[in-house]
């Protein structure tokens, strides 16, 4: 990871951690325990929630399909420009910055249904009405056999995505500042 990413990852949660909701940037393990549980040979349709300065992000165009479509969300117009100038050529990668459009940005890109959603959203510090509408899109945006993959620097959420989804399997990442909670779900 780089510094500067670093310092502008701090900045931005400094003016607004609601926002960003962690003080630093995701480790490698957390990176991977994340990534590891996505199914890369049938990934065609992929959406990242909450892409911040662009770690998972980097990950997945290195592990996905050259013909993958990827959704890449992130609120903040900062973060945004790190992403864009880190990835101006990919044709499969389109940037957005509302996760609560989720379909629109589906239908606008010709993705009926996605086979993986991959979350860095805060969800324990986000509105709750926004968290029922991101997550409801989810629902309604992955294929049958589609996963989505969060993680959360606490258990709460458990019991919203047990109500989401009927599967789900959790693995702690110790190696993340702060430790996480990784939440693979599908239905």
């Not at 959704?71 to 900062?78: G, K, S, T, W, Y």
């Not at 790190?82 to 239908?107: C, F, T, V, W």
């Not at 249904?113 to 805060?122: A, H, M, N, R, T």
Request: with cysteine; charged share 25%; proline share 5%.
């Amino acid at each position: 990871m780089k510094f500067n990413e670093s310092l502008t990852f701090i900045k931005r949660f400094a003016k607004s951690p609601r926002r960003i909701g962690s003080v630093a940037p995701s480790s490698k393990f957390l990176t991977k325990a994340v990534l590891d549980r996505v199914d890369w040979e049938n990934a065609n349709f992929i959406a990242e929630l909450g892409a911040g300065t662009g770690v998972f992000t980097r990950e997945i165009v290195k592990r996905a399909k050259s013909d993958a479509k990827i959704l890449v969300f992130e609120i903040d117009p900062a973060l945004q420009k790190m992403i864009r100038e880190e990835h101006p050529e990919h044709k499969g990668l389109s940037l957005h910055s509302d996760a609560q459009e989720l379909r629109k940005y589906m239908n606008d890109n010709g993705i009926n249904q996605l086979d993986f959603v991959i979350s860095s959203l805060p969800f324990t510090v986000l509105p709750p009405r926004m968290t029922v509408r991101i997550l409801d899109a989810v629902v309604k945006a992955l294929k049958p056999s589609g996963h989505f993959v969060a993680y959360q620097y606490s258990s709460i959420m458990k019991h919203v995505l047990k109500k989401k989804f009927s599967h789900m399997k959790t693995r702690f990442v110790m190696f993340n500042i702060p430790p996480a909670f990784v939440y693979d779900c599908w239905r």
